[in-house]
């Protein structure tokens, strides 16, 4: 009975010993996770291929500069697993969705994974991996909610987290210690109401595009109001799906009636087509486009709010490339718009932001030594007596103090492209090619705001005809507006200064922002959502950007060699 007493606690001790084994294993010890990963972090701190579970560790460049300020402690889990905040960053995650992101970037898939196969005893590999993977995704996405996916410079995809102007790794701290992992991410989002549009307006098409299967509208003769036609209800019924359609009150599917035209021409206003209610070629290809596309559309171009700066300005003048429009915007609200004609297609307007500084009235124009041999140059062989006719004067180079020739004494045949050294000035008067009034804002591109002589230019639908600079519809309203509160200065009096053929140059005293911009989709302040062509083709190299994923080089069975 004795010796079956002792083998008794003999058994119980040795259950004890095991059960205390595991429970000293179930917790890791803090100094050695923090060892850990400052080991981890410091032995690919060098490594561009730095990989956790086979993604790529985007932010390298912050990793360090976050843990290091915080000692090493582990921020997403702690000795005994996942801590709640994780939940809270794979909300956030998810929710990048919304802003025409994919949560797949951000490790979503694998951050998932690894918290169902957590188990105790804890893994220290699994949950250091996690611990980096949850930091990688953060920066990234706060990385990119604050400056775009893609570096509109370059069209590449930015990869590599390394945002100074964000300071992540700061941002990442405090948004730990307020608990606010989700609010911090949103705090980044573009706070335009014009991003938060296209926001609601992708959502929208998404679950059109699920639920609406109309097959494209086949080609045929043009329709309009009072025809009869087969195609009749397809184009009633892709109308009516893209709220175009306000009633139909019609009982005969193939005849075209008054609801049909009141929608295509709301379609074709939207579209930026001419409105003329009739259903042509290019009205029955926009009607084609398939939603997939449309969606893309808009993705690309919640990307380019990500670009701009979140501040606009109290007042600001915004040129929309693609949709040929210069607004003034003052307060959030529109004062004036107005038509202008941009860059061809092989000279485009470039995309930046500045500041609007001075104007000159009956301004002359030195003529870019690019457009004087590609344009000019060929016009003067072609007319001997082309430079007096159009009031160019002509001189020895681009000095300051250079000499003004005789255009008759040279022999324009000799003048080739490269042996071109004058510098051409049209002086001011109608026959200038910027028109009365020039609006300048110092840049890099040489681009700038003027007037026209060829009014009849903004009769077009579509106005690419342009060098690079921007010709105003309504340059007189335009310098009015600029120029109140400067004692003088009115519509009158501009037009005065005008009919003068004196040359003034005007500073401002209250500098104005200006953007110029490249939308082909944007919501209008009714709501109402517009689309436009890609007149410079930026769309598709802009699409294949945002389809590229983080490389992912490192297959599972190297997964070991990269701790």
């Not at 025409?100 to 005893?121: R, S």
Request: glycine share 6%; charged share 25%.
């Amino acid at each position: 009975m004795g010796a079956t007493r002792n083998i008794l606690f003999i058994l119980i001790g040795f259950i004890c010993s095991v059960l205390a084994t595991l429970s000293a294993a179930a917790e890791l010890a803090p100094e050695s996770f923090e060892s850990h990963l400052r080991q981890r972090i410091a032995q690919n701190q060098a490594n561009q291929l730095f990989a956790c579970q086979g993604e790529l560790i985007c932010g390298i460049a912050e990793l360090p500069r976050f843990y290091s300020n915080r000692s090493y402690q582990p921020a997403w889990v702690n000795t005994t697993g996942p801590l709640p905040r994780l939940n809270d960053l794979i909300s956030g995650i998810r929710h990048s969705e919304h802003e025409g992101l994919q949560p797949e970037d951000y490790h979503l898939t694998t951050i998932q994974t690894l918290l169902q196969e957590i188990q105790q005893p804890l893994d220290m590999q699994t949950l250091v991996d996690l611990e980096l993977l949850c930091t990688d995704g953060f920066l990234l996405l706060a990385s990119h909610l604050a400056a775009g996916r893609v570096n509109p410079e370059t069209i590449h995809s930015k990869w590599i987290v390394n945002n100074p102007k964000a300071q992540l790794a700061a941002l990442l701290q405090k948004a730990i210690e307020t608990d606010r992992i989700e609010a911090s991410l949103r705090m980044l989002i573009p706070p335009h109401s014009g991003y938060q549009t296209l926001g609601d307006a992708l959502a929208r098409y998404r679950r059109l595009a699920k639920s609406f299967s109309g097959s494209p509208i086949p080609p045929g003769s043009k329709l309009r109001k009072g025809n009869r036609d087969q195609r009749v209800q397809q184009i009633r019924e892709r109308l009516d799906a893209l709220g175009d359609l306000e009633s139909d009150r019609m009982s005969e599917p193939d005849l075209f009636g008054e609801e049909l035209e009141a929608a295509i021409l709301r379609f074709q206003k939207r579209h930026g087509m001419k409105a003329d209610g009739v259903v042509g070629k290019r009205t029955l290809a926009a009607l084609n486009v398939p939603l997939e596309e449309r969606i893309r559309q808009i993705e690309l171009n919640m990307e380019r709010w990500r670009w701009i700066p979140h501040d606009l300005g109290e007042r600001y003048l915004l040129v929309n490339i693609a949709d040929y429009k210069l607004t003034i915007v003052e307060n959030h609200q529109k004062v004036m718009d107005m038509k202008v004609v941009v860059g061809r297609n092989y000279r485009h307007t470039p995309v930046f932001s500045d500041v609007m500084q001075y104007l000159v009235i009956n301004p002359y124009w030195n003529v870019p030594t690019s457009i004087a041999v590609k344009d000019i140059l060929p016009r003067i062989k072609k007319d001997e007596t082309y430079l007096r006719k159009m009031n160019f004067k002509v001189f020895a180079s681009w000095d300051e103090n250079a000499a003004e020739l005789d255009a008759a004494s040279i022999d324009w045949s000799e003048i080739t492209p490269d042996s071109f050294g004058f510098r051409l000035r049209q002086e001011a008067g109608s026959a200038n090619a910027l028109g009365r009034i020039k609006f300048i804002f110092p840049n890099r591109f040489a681009v700038y705001l003027h007037d026209t002589p060829s009014k009849n230019l903004f009769k077009q639908t579509r106005r690419g005809f342009s060098s690079g600079c921007i010709r105003l519809e309504k340059p007189i309203d335009l310098a009015a507006y600029l120029l109140q509160g400067q004692a003088g200065w009115t519509n009158a009096s501009i037009s005065a200064a005008i009919d003068s053929r004196d040359r003034k140059v005007l500073p401002l005293k209250a500098k104005v922002g200006i953007h110029l911009l490249y939308w082909t989709a944007w919501v209008d302040k009714s709501g109402t959502l517009h689309f436009r062509d890609d007149i410079y083709e930026r769309d598709l190299p802009l699409a294949a950007a945002l389809k590229e994923r983080p490389l992912r080089m490192i297959r599972k069975a190297n997964w070991g060699n990269m701790s």
